[in-house]
């Protein structure tokens, strides 16, 4: 526990056990100012010392003949699913925190009615994900280490081949969604326990579900998936309104993006998509 | 665990001779400064040394703060005004005796002396779980002891509970509201004047505290209005024992009756909930209607509409629903066969 204690705030229970209560709030700042730091250090670079995006070969021109102009990317279940989760995640995290920073409302209820709408959501993700989209398109496969490691020499400037063109979600989209598994998963897993403890239309109220010190522990896993979430959010919606990201953008808003721009980022032999139009198995998650 | 001890853990202590001092005291420290005015809540929390602030501002020494001043439109009292000077001035006692029935049933004659009517508005909840020092929600922690199968409840909340199941235990707060009163406060931003009943919070809105005074702030004075002066009142407490006891839960209404129908009131019962509530719905459904017991009956049904009992104090639903019904109706005298 020694690591957690300058992370989070103790007390006595009335049985005399000392155990944790929440983290130490100052880790709402301390995930803002990382998150922003991050969108500074970032936005610099790409303006004054990152280099022009390389891949390997050339564009497949030939194949722009036979693919339509808009490449369809999300499906409408998977559109609508990251709105609601979207706004869900939003209303989580400004009903959890604004109040702790000085702005008070009522913010019990809207945050656990947000919270049920994110699980549901989530749930749905899951078996849609698995079952009508490709399971494995957003779990980093061996090429994209290999070409992360490609693209990590040459940014030290050693002698390496350019990194091929991305799947379906370049390696960052992986990473970027594991965390957010990790993060969210823990947030919600603790949640739904957390709802004994308030009166909702789900569970009859049993605070005495867990030791004291099991529910100080899911409180403090609960606050450090919240203050990693700003933190994610921060740097999602960063990169979400980049100029260079705004055709990703608008593929999860209209559903498809630029035949140009799928041509020059992503590797047809990666993210197959049908000459006709309709997408394939693949495309639409 | 609260351990009461004779000596009170060390702070500083301030003793400001105007609001303007005071304030700066105030605002210099911040969430670090405990305000003082009777002492009858703070001496409670430093002895048990449950609460250990830094900085003591007791506003005892500051003029400003005391008597009761009466002009055209109403009386002004300072926030340091003992209960005992409230209950005992005379204009209070002939216009405005709603108040003067609620100050004199709280507490005993020798509080009421110490006692102030601004610590009477502004002291803390009485929840034993809260105020013997444990890790509660209302003390920053993560659960409501009260609000379990086996925890002892008897005096708390049958509604607007969220979380924490603490009640208000002021006698003279549901006077005030039914008065139209008006709260002054002073905060770093200015004068601020706030309506009674929206100078209490419950817990949805901040679980650690009972009013909305901020760090910084300071209540200065209740203004009473003369709206009311002269109104038929009601005021009812019913507690475990009559005498220095806290209310199980309290009524107070204002009404202008004409003949026997019910022109206006204004109706606010304390015990309820974590703070005072003013009943807007049995008002508006009880104007114009005649001020008799079948109007009570109905309004008292209405006023525990929403109600959820804890384990301990179902039985306050039926005093509710008969303090309300008292209010409007008028108390029926107990009828002998022989």
Not at chain 1, 73 to 88: D, E, N, Y
Not at chain 1, 242 to 269: N, V
């Amino acid at each position: 526990m020694g690591i957690l204690k300058p992370i989070t705030e103790w007390a006595t229970s009335p049985w005399g056990q000392n155990v944790p209560i929440h983290i130490a709030w100052f880790l709402i700042w301390v995930a803002a100012l990382a998150g922003l730091l991050f969108l500074i250090v970032h936005s610099i670079y790409v303006r004054y010392f990152a280099k022009r995006e390389e891949f390997a070969g050339s564009a497949p021109t030939t194949l722009a003949a036979v693919l339509p102009k808009q490449i369809p990317r999300h499906s409408l279940a998977a559109r609508l699913f990251h709105w609601i989760m979207a706004g869900a995640m939003f209303t989580l995290l400004v009903t959890a925190f604004l109040p702790k920073v000085g702005v008070r409302f009522d913010w019990v209820t809207y945050h656990w009615i947000a919270g049920t709408v994110l699980t549901v959501s989530i749930i749905f993700h899951i078996i849609h994900a698995s079952f009508w989209l490709d399971f494995w398109a957003i779990w980093p496969d061996k090429a994209d280490l290999v070409d992360a490691l490609r693209r990590v020499r040459r940014f030290m400037g050693r002698p390496a081949p350019p990194p091929r063109r991305f799947a379906k979600y370049p390696l960052e989209n992986k990473l970027y969604h594991g965390a957010i598994i990790a993060t969210g998963l823990s947030a919600i897993g603790t949640g739904v326990f957390m709802l004994f403890r308030v009166r909702t239309i789900f569970f009859t109220r049993n605070p005495y579900l867990f030791s004291d010190m099991t529910w100080g522990m899911m409180y403090v896993l609960h606050g450090l998936a919240g203050v990693g979430l700003i933190g994610l959010v921060m740097v999602h919606v960063y990169f979400a309104v980049r100029p260079e990201k705004l055709d990703i953008t608008k593929s999860m808003i209209f559903g498809s993006m630029r035949r140009e721009f799928y041509l020059t980022h992503y590797d047809p032999q990666r993210w197959r998509v049908e000459a006709s139009g309709s997408p394939s198995r693949s495309e639409g998650d | 665990m609260a351990v009461i001890r004779d000596v009170m853990p060390a702070f500083e202590l301030f003793q400001p001779n105007s609001i303007a001092d005071a304030q700066k005291l105030l605002q210099q420290h911040g969430a670090d400064a405990w305000i003082m005015a009777g002492g009858l809540d703070s001496f409670d929390w430093l002895k048990d040394r449950i609460k250990r602030p830094k900085a003591v501002v007791d506003l005892s020494g500051i003029g400003e703060l005391k008597g009761v001043r009466v002009s055209g439109d109403g009386i002004e009292i300072g926030a340091m005004t003992t209960l005992t000077e409230v209950v005992k001035h005379p204009v209070i006692r002939e216009k405005y005796s709603l108040l003067a029935e609620g100050a004199e049933l709280a507490a005993s004659p020798q509080i009421r002396n110490q006692g102030t009517i601004g610590g009477n508005v502004s002291q803390d909840t009485r929840c034993w779980y809260y105020r013997g020092g444990w890790p509660c929600y209302r003390a920053g922690g993560n659960i409501c002891y009260a609000d379990t199968p086996t925890g002892r409840n008897r005096e708390h909340a049958i509604l607007h509970a969220e979380r924490c199941v603490a009640v208000n235990p002021s006698d003279s707060a549901p006077a005030l509201i039914a008065l139209d009163a008006k709260f002054v406060l002073r905060t770093p931003k200015g004068e601020r004047i706030v309506d009674a009943e929206d100078y209490f919070i419950g817990p949805d809105i901040d679980i650690t505290r009972l009013h909305i005074l901020k760090p910084g702030d300071l209540l200065t004075a209740i203004r009473i209005p003369s709206t009311w002066a002269g109104a038929r009142f009601y005021f009812e407490k019913v507690r475990d024992r009559n005498v220095w006891d806290f209310a199980l839960l309290n009524v107070a209404s204002a009404m202008h009756v004409s003949g026997n129908t019910i022109e206006s009131i204004r109706l606010s019962v304390n015990g309820a909930a974590a703070r005072p509530l003013r009943l807007r719905a049995v008002e508006n459904a009880v104007r114009g209607k005649p001020a008799t017991t079948a109007t009570g009956e109905m309004a008292g049904r209405l006023a525990v509409q929403g109600a959820v009992p804890l384990q301990f104090n179902a039985y306050k639903i039926p005093l509710m629903r008969n303090l309300v019904k008292r209010a409007i109706g008028g108390v029926e005298e107990a009828k002998w066969a022989s």
